[in-house]
């Protein structure tokens, strides 16, 4: 079975990014830019990375938006750059 991507709604989809990093990372300033269908910039800056490697800090993003982007109908297809930032 295909990956179908949705392509419209991607402001939508990027608030929705937006909230659930936000909840999945404490005290996250979060901006999320829909880039085109399925594709997502993400800029996130938080206290929570502090000490952490990046790759590990990606982890904590990826962690919070993994349910937009598994099953066939997955409204993300790829997040085409990702800052992670500690203040």
Known sequence: ?????????????AGD??????????????????????????RVVSQAFAGKSPVQCQQLVYAAIAPFMSGDTAPVHAIDKMETLTP
Do not use: T
């Open 17 to 42: 990014l937006r909230k659930a990093i936000a909840a999945h990372i404490d005290g996250a300033e979060v901006e999320v830019e829909a880039r085109g269908a399925g594709h997502f910039v993400v």
């Open 1 to 13: 079975m295909a990956l179908q991507i949705l392509s419209a709604g991607g402001d939508e989809v």
